[in-house]
């Protein structure tokens, strides 16, 4: 870290606003009001990721949301998607099946571990996208949930 | 001495053993996957040889392609490490079979300890205490559920062949015995490819003691202590300690004598470990009741704790006692020293349900601290695959107390990026500062009980000088061709162009 003086870039000179300088590959020194931090920066700058004092902070994608987190609105129907590649190991649903929030719908099996995929609304499951044994991946949707009919 | 040996395993544990092979003169060849090919442990070995492909079930768990890459490699030896085969009493005898040296119990005890109910009938003749529970011949719902029924509420119904808490389900209310019952025969299936299960009490709010344990062919047999592993979650450990900070000297003497009684029982040789459940409910620590709950016929993820309070090398003494030769101590030259604390870092997002992650590691920067030790499998560039377990590395810490090892672990583990992959560090951070555990007084239902003050919510807004940082991250990618600057490693993402605009 000693000879990296030449490439010093101070990203923000406004007086007040914290100053950042690269002192190595992906490592930053910032000062902000007095103190010094060491900060850890890598990716793009439409995915980039920080590392600060233990923690990690992502900026340039939209974080997704985990499903049961997602408000049950009665308007939209819900797709159920899968979080990362996984095989699925059970479909314990069908097409025209009544759900409730909570209901396991899919057990996908990643890593040895299995994952239990829930629905964050009451209704009807209008389509089912997978089979057991299937290999699927991210964002893949695997079941449809929309409200009842009539 | 052995002279080669065959490293069947990947991982933070590969490359733990290659260490000790090249510090004791014996040659290491790592076994590989396809997913494997550039891998830190293949580069760590000094001979390396494919295995298959990614799928673990086609390559680190096929004993004919590792047997193959044995006798290929010239090997004379074969370790196995945790996990996998490592408890696999076929391959154990596969190896012996074809003239290698296997780095553990001979293949009946392993057989013997693997079957959760062999082992109980052996540890309760040989007077070490037991978990009341059964099993029966008739696997059905419908038998497994008037189990349940006898042993009583509440249970835990787990996997007889398993280990590691992979397929454990407890049972809280006869409602619940079909889920459980089905879902852990399939989980036991997939990992163990043996759907039989075990029937027992679920002691509540036990502590997790299990001892070390180990043996050479000349009749010597000793202790290394105890490890506390009670912070656990959904039964997989995930800080461990030695000493446990719960028990009494008292106690440390009933324990540590049951584990040498309990392996003197199997005439156990090479490493293993004595885990028991210990009920520290009453006010008489020194008397507190405690079960043994199975042996390990292996080396344990959490082998270094020991290795910094005993000041040993239990993988060198591994390799040491399978060539037949004496232990390198006897019990009186063993003492703990100090306080060694490992937590394992895993490439799983806390904020997510603890979803396993999968992805290329961008920027990987290891503590460099004294009285802090780093086992890991990876390097900066690494990806970062979904077939195998998500443990990418252990970060332990020594000191002269149990505070000073706490304050030095959390000091490590802040200053250790992991960018590009989500892991459980702020997690681990969390559970370090936890009074409770602080206060060394953790159960085995500590993390699920704090699990609402210890979750993580995604890091939103971000603090000034995380943003300045980002921002001179991204004018330094835009000026250079090669981004953000010099290279780092041979691995280096930099290197890479895509995703990159100029």
Known sequence: ?150 | MIKRLLIANRGEIAVRIARACRELGVESVAAYSEADARALHVMTADRAVAIGPAAAADSYLSIPHLIDAARASGADSVHPGYGFLSENAAFAEACEQAGLVFVGPPPHVIATMGSKIEARRLMERAGIPVVPGETSADQSDDALGALIARVGLPALVKPSAGGGGKGMHRVFAHAEIAGAVQTARREALAAFGDGTLYVERLIERPHHVEVQVIGDRHGHLVHLFERECSAQRRHQKVIEESPSPAITPALRERLTAAAVDAARAVSYCNAGTVEFLVDLGSADIDRAPFYFLEMNTRLQVEHPVTEQVAGVDLVRAQLIVASGEPLPWDQRALAQRGHAIEARVYAEDPSHGFLPQAGRVLLYREPRLPGVRVDSGFVEGSEISVHYDPLLAKVIASAETRDLTIARLVAALRGYPILGIRTNISYLLRILEHPQFQSGNVDTSFLEREGEALAERPNTSFPPPVTAAMAAHSEASAISDTPAGETHSPWDPWRRSTGWRT
């Open chain 1, 1 to 150: 870290m000693g000879s990296v003086a030449s490439q010093h870039r101070v990203a923000n000179v406004k007086s007040g606003e914290p100053a950042a300088v690269r002192i190595g590959p992906g490592i930053y020194q910032v000062q902000d009001e007095g103190r010094s931090h060491i900060i850890y920066v890598a990716g793009s700058p439409g995915d980039s990721w920080a590392f600060w004092n233990g923690q990690v902070f992502r900026s340039g994608t939209k974080e997704e949301t985990p499903h049961r987190a997602q408000p049950a609105r009665r308007a939209a129907a819900l797709s159920l998607t899968a979080p990362m590649p996984a095989t699925v190991l059970k479909v314990l649903v069908t097409a025209g099946s009544q759900v409730k929030t909570g209901d396991t719908v899919i057990i996908l099996e990643a890593m040895k571990m299995e994952l239990p995929v829930r629905t964050s609304r009451d209704g009807i499951v209008t389509a089912v996208h997978c089979r057991e044994g299937e290999l699927v991946q991210p964002d893949t949707v695997l079941v449809e949930v929309a409200d009842e009919v009539g």
